[in-house]
Structure formats: C-alpha cells, structure tokens
C-alpha cells in the first residue's frame, strides 16, 4: 500500500498529507484517507497502516579536540524517513577545536602599483606564523602571485614591453603572467622569506587584475599548494579591481573555465586557455574545497570586494594586522548550511548561541561572536511531495571540513504483507499486492472478472452518449468489464438515474408508478381543448355584445323616424 499522495490502484492524485491505509482486498471504496475518516467509514484501527516518521543516527562520535582524532561536529550522519507534510527536527552540535592547524596561502598582485608591497611583504612571513601561533601550533604558509592574462588588450605585445613590462626604463620587470605558485604550503618562515625575495614586479596594461583566475587555481590545485584537511585561509592582497566572466572575449577567449587545475611543472597558469571565472563559479569552488577567503585591499578599490575584508596600507605594512583580524572573524562566526535543494524536500534552521535561539525557522543556522563554546542548530526537514528514492545531502559548517551525512526517504508505500499470486479476491486470475488486483494477461477490472484485449473498448461502453464521464461521472460508480456497476442509491445502464432526489411519503417515491409519457400527453390534450373552449367561449361574449349593439343603435333609428313623420 501506498503513504504518499495517490489513490491506491488507480494512480490519482488525492493530495492528502496524512494519508492511511487499509489492509489488503476489502473495500471497494477510496483507500487513502486520513485516520478520522476511515474511523467513520466503521474501519477496525488494526486494519488501518499508518507509518510513522523516524530518524535514525548512523553515526555519532563524540566531540574531540585531540588532534589526532579531531570531532568538532557532531552527529555525523543520520538516516530520516519522512511522511509527506509531518516535519521532523534534530539537532546539530558544534565547538572549534582548541589548537586546530591552519594553512594560509598569501595571494599577491605584482602589478607595478604593488611595488612598494613587494618589498614590504618580503619580510613579514615570520611575524604571520607568530601571530597566527597565538591560535594554534601548527601554521603552515605558502605564496602566490598573478598579474594578468598574457594577451592584448591586458598586456603589450612588443616585444621590449612584453620582456620588461615596467613604465619607466629604469625598472627591471619580469614579465607579465597570469598566476604562479611560487611557494607551495611550508612550516619554515625562512623558506617563506626566501622564494618571496626573488619575486620581481611586473606590469600590465589595464586597471583590473586577473586575480580571480588566481584564485581559482588556488583553490582547485590541492596537491601543488599542498592543502591538508585543516583550516584553509586564502589572502587574497590587491590595489585593483579583477577581471569577471566575458572579459576574455576582449583577447578574443571564449571558452569558460572549467573549474580544474592547470598548472604547469613550473607552477605557471597559462591564461589564455579559459575566460576568467564567473564570481559564482568560484564560490562553489571555494565552498566545496572548504577554503575561507580574506580581501586585503586597499582604500580606493575596497568597495569592489566583498566577503571578509580589511583596508590595506599603501605599502602592506599591516597585513599581518589585517590577517589576524580577519581571521578571528572567520572564526567566530559560524554558518551551518546545506549543500544542494532537493526538491520536493524543505529544509530550515534554528540558531542556538549566546544563551538565545532564534524565533522563527532561517534558510540557514548562524552564530556570531563565538570562541570555545560548545554551539547547537535545530534542523528541521518537511518533505512536500514523495521523493522517487532516497536522497543524499551535506549539511556543513562554512570553512569546516566535517560534514553531518543526511540521507533521506519517504514513507510512501506501507508493509503491505505477502504477495498473493492467483488470489480469490482477483478471482483466480490475478495477483493480490497491497489490496490491489495486478491481473494476468488476458484479464482486466478491479477484480481481473474482464476477458479483454483492449482496456479502452471496454471503458468506452461506460460513457453515455459519448460522454467524457465515465458511468455518470461524482461517484455514480464503476465501470467493470464494459458496464456500469452503480454505487448506493444510483442505478441505471450508466448509472444516471438518483433516486433520492424524488419526493417521498411514507417511505415510499410518490407516483412510481404512473406512466411519465401518458401523463405529458394527457396533460398537453388537456390544456389544448381548456384553450379551445376558453376561445369560444370570448367568441360568444363578443358576439352577444356587438348584437346588443347593433339592435340598440335599430331601435334608435326607428324613433327618429316617427319624430319626422308628425312634423310634417
């Protein structure tokens, strides 16, 4: 039997969130009903089959900040089984590993404005790693740097300029590139320091910088930065806006990004392989590889940026400032979310932080202001309509690597006992399932009584003169086997005739049984010859007035005459 939205055998949709079921091969009426209405159709409560909701954990480790077992999430995956329209809540647990590692890759523009932060940054990867220390044990840094894509109208192509890109001559520039990974993620500051004092500036032509191909690379090239399943933070440092999605097609680029690592054996990008990457597409991405992203930029390009960000000095004199700042930040702040919409699945949030909880149900959790302390979110899940099989989805911490696995199905067929093949009830020539005949070839009805090839012609027959409804249509009933079979108190060929809509004395229908046709006959001769003698009868009255008339007017004449006759 079926516990989602559709009638039992037939298929039709009812939209009943609290639909139940009967046992199998007794009624010939509507199975799917609530549990109020089959009571009052005198169903015995064993019969009926009501599911219930449940949620089951699969997995629910403890919260641990022994960091070589690391819990900051907890349950980790559950298993929920939804009746369509009953929400079903739990709760999710969250606090921050005390020491947990951090990796931080320094993303830096070397355009030729950023000349004088070059020089500055050069010298600043200790004091980072000392900072960020005050947070954890394990810090690992790691350096980056782009300029813009090798083509025109970003760069020039003569060749002097391309070689030495720099405005005055007397600047050396390294040549324009789009991204390199010059330092994939270390511990040691001094290697830090190091490969970032070999970096030259270099220079391109316009303002916007191809720094959100950067990026992406960044992101995605998780071997050749050397990302560990820690914190992720990208630094993201600039004097400029970027380039978006649909300016390559100023070099002549079309094709998208497609969102993978391309890096070279020497850790170079070649930028005119894709267009630059749309600002939704590398939100995906970060999201997805867990990283958290801080803008350090400057003053005149600051309301470009969004996300975490920090107003960078001339020269870059306090990023590290900026870093630790932007960093507590990210971590005190929590954003539970989840990772897909499924439909016909509803899922909302409530935030339990700082001794308050939220009123109503949000799109997503969200703590602010939070250090150590143990956190939770209610999750509440309402499925709409009946998913065709279970589903699968992430419900994630924004910049956590620990993911709550929830699968979910709904109840939507009942545990309806043995399958019985050449049941009675199918009258020999069918299978029972759930209450419902699944006939044998050759056989069709509720009750697999039809011999028939063709389900239509013998559906046909059960429309009154062509009608589009079949046996009268509202319940009148049924059509089995090429005729009508009526419910109640109808009867006839397509059950059209209703009873109990005539008058009634004693029990009994007044008139049954006069002739209806004498009757209008009878009654149409009548009214003809009432008419006709009611017109003769206006013919005498006339008559016998204008005769009064006529004779009145005689008598006068008659008189006058004698008048004349003695006057002469």
């Known amino acids: 039997m079926r516990t989602n939205t ?24 509507r199975r799917c009903d609530s549990v109020e209405s089959l009571r009052i ?39 929920v089984k939804l009746r369509v329209g009953v929400p079903q809540d739990f709760r999710v647990e969250f606090r921050r590993a ?9 993303l830096m523009d070397l355009s030729y404005s950023m000349k004088d932060d070059l020089d ?11 900072n960020l220390k005050k947070v954890t044990n394990t810090v690992r840094i790691g350096f980056g740097s782009f300029v813009d894509k090798e083509k025109l109208p970003y760069v020039s192509q003569v060749q002097s300029r391309r070689l030495n890109p720099c405005p005055t001559r007397t600047d050396t520039c390294q040549p324009a590139f789009t991204f ?10 001094r290697e830090f320091k190091k490969e970032v004092s070999k970096q030259k500036i270099s220079g391109n032509l316009d303002s916007p910088e191809a720094g959100l191909d950067a990026i992406m690379q960044a992101a995605v090239c998780q071997e050749k930065i050397g990302w560990k399943d820690v914190t992720r933070i990208l630094v993201y440092t600039s004097d400029d806006t970027f380039h978006m999605a649909g300016d390559g097609r100023l070099a002549g680029i079309f094709t998208p990004h497609d969102g993978k690592c391309h890096l070279n054996p020497g850790g170079f990008y070649n930028g005119a392989l894709f267009d630059y990457p749309s600002v939704g597409h590398l939100s995906q991405v970060l999201q997805a590889n867990n990283i958290q992203l801080i803008f350090a ?10 996300s975490v960000v920090g107003v960078l000095e001339n020269d870059s004199s306090n990023v590290v400032q900026l870093i630790s700042e932007a960093y507590g930040n990210l971590s005190s702040t929590l954003l539970l979310e989840h990772n897909m919409s499924l439909p016909g699945l509803h899922v909302s949030y409530k935030s339990h932080c700082n001794q308050q909880t939220d009123i109503t149900w949000q799109k997503r959790g969200e703590c602010t202001g939070i250090r150590d302390e143990k956190v939770s979110f209610t999750v509440r899940l309402n499925a709409t309509e009946c998913l065709t099989d279970s589903k699968t989805f ?38 029972l399932d759930c209450g419902i005949c699944r006939c044998n070839k050759g056989f069709l009805g509720q009750h697999c009584k039809c011999e028939t090839t063709s389900d239509s012609v013998m559906h046909l027959s059960c429309h009154r003169n062509n009608s589009s409804q079949e046996c009268s249509g509202h319940g009148h009933g049924v059509c089995e086997c090429g005729q ?37 006959i009878s009654s149409s001769v009548s009214g003809i010859i009432f008419i006709g003698i009611l017109v003769i009868v206006i013919y005498k009255i006339l008559l016998e007035l204008y005769d009064r008339r006529e004779y009145q007017n005689f008598i006068k004449a008659q008189e006058n005459t004698k008048w004349d006759e003695v006057c002469l």
């Open 180 to 189: 390199h990974n010059v330092l994939p993620l270390t511990s040691e500051a």
């Open 484 to 520: 009508c079979v009526c419910s109640g108190h109808f009867h006839g060929t397509h059950c059209e005739c209703n009873d109990a809509g005539c008058e009634r004395y004693n029990n009994k229908i007044c008139n049954e049984t006069v002739d209806k046709t004498k009757v209008i």
């Open 120 to 130: 500055k940054i050069k010298n600043l990867g200790q004091d980072i790693l000392d």
């Open 6 to 29: 559709k009638r039992f055998g037939e298929g039709e949709a009812e939209n009943h969130k609290t639909s139940d079921f009967l046992k199998s091969g007794e009624s010939d009426e």
């Open 297 to 306: 930029v400057t003053k005149n390009s600051f309301s470009a940026y969004q």
């Open 41 to 79: 159709r005198m169903c015995n409560s064993e019969h009926i089959i009501d599911p219930k909701p449940s949620i089951f954990t699969m997995k629910d480790n403890k919260l641990n900040s022994d960091l070589a077992n690391v819990v900051q999430l907890k349950p980790q995956s559950l298993r």
């Open 394 to 431: 992430q419900i994630q911490l924004k910049g956590i690597k620990e993911v709550l696995m929830v699968t979910v199905e709904t109840l939507c067929n009942c545990d309806c006992g043995k399958i019985e093949e050449n049941s009675s009830h199918c009258a020999g020539k069918g299978t």
């Open 98 to 106: 005390e020491g947990y590692p951090i990796d931080l890759y320094y």
